[in-house]
């Protein structure tokens, strides 16, 4: 094999080496920036969507049975997180030792807990300020909750999954 | 004051609600749409392998001018190990970073590849001298440590689905750290090989426990410190415009400091020592903000290292074989191996000699604490970037995993894995290249050594899984709350 080949070898494994890194520079980039959909895609995405809504069927407000095993936040400062729930009551509120600790304005140093009673969730106010809703009606008393319908407290939104 | 509006009702709205982006026509603006991006890993895997797969025919066409018989064979078995990587990943943390996978099996397989050319030296024809240090089944026994590897990393990936877990078990992973940072130094197990003592033997395997040590010392930092960040941070006396925290304090600095010394005195291990101790202060650092910390720790570093360098014979001579490597007879003696490095590097120049072509196995231990040398002297300088760049990736994609994710512990827990990576590297890299004393630790996921690779492909587990709680979606409420909203009255 002449030293030309050679030559060609060595400079185009380094190239390709390189083309690899730049691919991986380029990925994160797409990370950093979004994705720029072209008018094509985008057209697409429009259809879809458009097709999606009507078919979309409105979800009934107990869809899900059984007995919820993790409680999700759906919305506020802390969207996203998820607890496993026990047979422990969790406490919700600003204070440093609640379950679920709130950074919330709105909220209440211990604002509410639940706890499980005869195989279902109790919600139960804490004399908080801004007072808890659940599914839009004032916590007055313990009250259970259906898995599903969110509980308000301030800004945060958390519901029961199965 | 602040009330609740019924549906319809006019005001405005505060407390913000994200739904599913609503795709507005003409819109034209980048849309950053939640993907879990795994056909862009898969994309990126395939090029991995293939750039795996042209290095290993480059190097058979270096070393005698035929295409390995293996490549076929190898090039399915790797793809194969990386594609079932691919597939976990799909199904184990779908939201995880894209590209850490294809950067690590990129730099797991040129590794072997490397090892491969490495132990076909001076055999069948091939130009050079056999390595001594490598027998005839050390690719092999790199390709199942890969495995081995990449088993451990699914295995992460099962037993942790959420990062936070590991929060749970903060002094029990302490311990564990400790208690595999000083194995290597009790008389029965503990083997002392090239001056260090970081190996224990068991039953015919070496293992470095100082590879797990690191990870399980990362998770126990982190822990502590979520825990004890508050107290950590307060401000004592300020001098020369630094707020020096409270001299109470100083104990944890202090305890990790004479952790870091006492590896360096039983184990003669400036590159274990040098690891942890590091790790803890930039942790500290992450979780306080306070500089002081940094500037304590470094000075108390420093002093140790000039301590270590007069009155540890083993340090001592590193020390020196780092400063004056041609001074006398050395090149020949003591300081061979780290010239002999030098050389092969400046050799190889900016374009390498190609892959097959050099001479790396002059360099003793050229497939574990040199191999970055044999790139050097095979890659180039320009080969030499591109692999400390995609090291480079690596550790950029766990800080942006630590900076995304929002639990305090996983927070810290990424950052120092990937702070810890980035560290090792730059303790071998600089060490082989003369920038700090050398002291040896493997590269990782390059160097022979299946402790170093296991490790490695453990924390990239760990890393993917901060990386898929950080970008998972929020959940979507399950019954649309309508506008019930917090508004302002009054």
Redesign the interface.
């Known amino acids: 094999?002449n030293a030309l080949t050679?030559?060609l070898?060595?400079?185009?494994?380094?190239a390709?080496?390189?083309l690899?890194?730049i691919?991986?520079?380029g990925?994160?980039r797409t990370?950093l920036?979004?994705?720029?959909?072209s008018?094509r895609q985008?057209r697409r995405?429009?259809r879809q969507?458009q097709r999606a809504k009507p078919q979309r069927p409105p979800?009934p407000?107990r869809?899900?049975r059984g007995a919820p095993h993790q409680m999700?936040?759906?919305?506020?400062s802390?969207?996203?997180?998820?607890l496993q729930l026990s047979d422990q009551q969790i406490t919700i509120g600003r204070a440093n030792d609640a379950t679920l600790v709130l950074t919330d304005d709105?909220a209440s140093t211990r604002h509410a807990r639940l706890f499980p009673q005869d195989g279902q969730w109790i919600v139960e106010d804490l004399g908080s300020t801004?007072g808890t809703?659940l599914?839009?009606q004032k916590v007055t008393h313990p009250t259970p909750v259906p898995?599903?319908?969110?509980i308000?407290i301030?800004?945060t939104?958390l519901?029961l999954?199965r | 004051m602040s009330a609740v509006a019924q549906p319809g009702q006019p005001g405005a709205t505060v407390g913000a609600r994200s739904g599913p982006p609503d795709a507005q026509p003409g819109q034209s603006a980048p849309v950053a749409v939640p993907r879990g991006r795994r056909r862009t890993e898969l994309i990126m895997l395939a090029f991995a392998v293939g750039v795996v797969l042209a290095a290993y025919a480059a190097a058979g066409l270096g070393l005698n001018g035929k295409v390995p018989s293996g490549l076929a064979g190898y090039g399915l078995a790797f793809a194969a190990l990386v594609l079932a990587a691919h597939l976990m990943v799909r199904r184990l943390a779908p939201w995880a970073d894209p590209l850490m996978l294809p950067l690590a099996a990129l730099l797991n397989g040129l590794g072997i590849v490397m090892i491969w050319r490495l132990q076909q030296s001076g055999h069948g024809g091939n130009p050079g001298v056999p390595i001594s240090t490598m027998t005839s089944s050390t690719t092999t026994f790199q390709i199942a440590w890969s495995a081995a590897g990449i088993a451990a990393f699914v295995a992460v990936l099962v037993v942790i689905r959420q990062p936070r877990t590991l929060q749970r078990y903060t002094y029990t992973f302490g311990a564990i750290g400790l208690v595999l940072l000083v194995l290597p130094a009790l008389p029965g197990i503990g083997s002392e090989v090239n001056g260090a003592r970081v190996w224990i033997s068991i039953g015919g395997f070496s293992i470095q426990p100082g590879e797990f040590a690191k990870l399980a010392l990362a998770v126990f930092f982190a822990g502590y410190l979520v825990s004890k960040r508050e107290v950590l941070a307060l401000a004592g006396r300020r001098v020369l415009g630094i707020d020096l925290p409270r001299a109470r304090d100083l104990g944890p600095v202090l305890m990790a400091w004479a952790a870091s010394l006492l590896v360096l005195f039983f184990e003669t291990d400036i590159g274990t020592s040098a690891l942890f101790f590091g790790l803890f202060l930039v942790m500290l650092y992450v979780a306080t903000q306070r500089t002081s910390w940094l500037l304590i720790g470094g000075g108390l570093f420093l002093a140790g290292a000039v301590v270590a360098g007069k009155w540890i014979p083993h340090v001592h001579e590193r020390f020196q074989i780092w400063l004056n490597p041609f001074l006398g007879n050395r090149p020949y003696g003591s300081a061979y191996q780290l010239v002999q490095g030098l050389y092969g590097m400046g050799f190889g120049g900016v374009l390498g000699t190609g892959l097959g072509h050099g001479q790396p196995y002059v360099t003793p231990l050229v497939q574990s604490d040199f191999i970055i040398t044999a790139f050097g002297e095979e890659l180039g300088l320009t080969g030499l970037m591109a692999l400390l760049l995609i090291y480079g990736l690596i550790v950029q994609r766990g800080l942006r995993a630590a900076v995304a994710v929002r639990d305090p512990f996983s927070k810290l827990m990424a950052c120092g894995l990937a702070f810890v990576l980035a560290l090792q590297v730059f303790v071998i890299v600089g060490g082989v290249t003369r920038l700090i004393p050398l002291t040896g630790i493997t590269t990782p996921f390059l160097s022979q050594g299946g402790s170093s690779l296991v490790a490695s492909w453990m924390m990239m587990a760990l890393l993917m899984r901060v990386s898929d709680t950080a970008r998972r979606p929020a959940p979507q409420p399950i019954q649309d709350e309508g506008m019930t909203q917090v508004v302002r009255t009054g």
Request: no cysteine; proline share 2%; charged share 15%.
């Open positions: 094999m050679l030559t070898i060595r400079l185009a494994f380094l390709v080496l390189w690899f890194v691919a991986a520079v990925v994160v990370d920036f979004g994705h720029t959909l008018a985008q995405q429009q969507q979800r407000a869809a899900s999700v936040v759906t919305a506020g802390l969207a996203g997180t998820t709105y801004n809703y599914d839009r898995t599903g319908v969110p308000r301030g800004k939104v519901e999954r």
